[in-house]
């Protein structure tokens, strides 16, 4: 069964303090990993797509990896409007659903 | 354009109503999806049309009934609901659902229900 684990849960930093968030995933085969921002009562703003191990993207400050268990989401001297819930998700082989980890709910004090 | 609209923005329902939630995407996309999400948890797969055909239905319950009427739009028909149901409806859309690429799914906004 595929499984998605993030952490942590929840996450305070102070404005300009850099972090990594974690997503743990089990698989058969990946076929895609995403990151998603959430802000409350909103809708998940799509961040990146990551398909192979070794795999980089960034936007902002914002920087994803890939590795064949895991992924990061580092946050480069964050501000407060970096606050919000990520998500993280999978894809397997074939035509199967996304599967969600729980998020990591960050909050960044000014 | 990466944009999925949704309407309403809120819905306040009693239990023995019958409304609608819509959503539409302009980015030719040919799958889209239902989801719900209560506060603090995931979102949790509903359905998934592909070509405006059903491809996955999650076990939802039938006072739930999704709608394809084309490959733009989505709509979910809320009948006899329970409180229970009250939730953020979420649509999302893709590029396609079979094809053998990975494809982003872009989420609209959502609509907060809120059944009474």
């Known amino acids: ?110 | 354009d990466t944009e999925v609209t949704q309407t309403p923005k809120h819905l306040v329902m009693g239990m023995t109503n019958k409304k609608s939630l819509k959503c539409e995407q302009h980015m030719g996309h040919r799958a889209m999806y239902w989801y719900k999400q209560k506060a603090k948890k995931p979102p949790e797969l509903m359905f998934v049309y592909s070509y405006e055909k059903l491809s996955i239905n999650e076990s939802v319950p039938s006072r739930f009934s999704p709608e394809c009427p084309n490959s733009s739009l989505l709509n979910l028909h809320l009948h006899a609901l329970q409180p229970e149901d009250s939730a953020l409806y979420l649509c999302a859309s893709s590029q396609d659902w079979e094809g053998a690429g990975t494809d982003t799914q872009y989420f609209g906004p959502g609509t907060r229900l809120t059944v009474l």
């Not at chain 1, 199967?96 to 990591?104: C, H, N, Q």
Request: charged fraction near 25%.
């Open chain 1, 1 to 110: 069964e595929d499984q998605v684990t993030q952490s942590p849960e929840a996450l305070r930093l102070q404005e300009g303090e850099s972090s990594s968030l974690n997503c743990s995933y089990t698989v058969s085969g990946l076929r895609g990993l995403f990151w998603y921002r959430q802000d409350p009562g909103k809708g998940p703003e799509f961040l990146f797509t990551l398909y192979s191990a070794g795999e980089e993207k960034e936007k902002e400050r914002l920087k994803a990896t890939l590795t064949k268990k895991e992924s990061f989401l580092h946050i480069t001297a964050p501000k407060p409007e970096d606050s919000a819930t990520y998500l993280c998700a999978v894809q397997d082989s074939g035509n199967t659903p996304l599967v969600f980890g729980k998020g990591t709910r960050l909050s960044v004090i000014a």
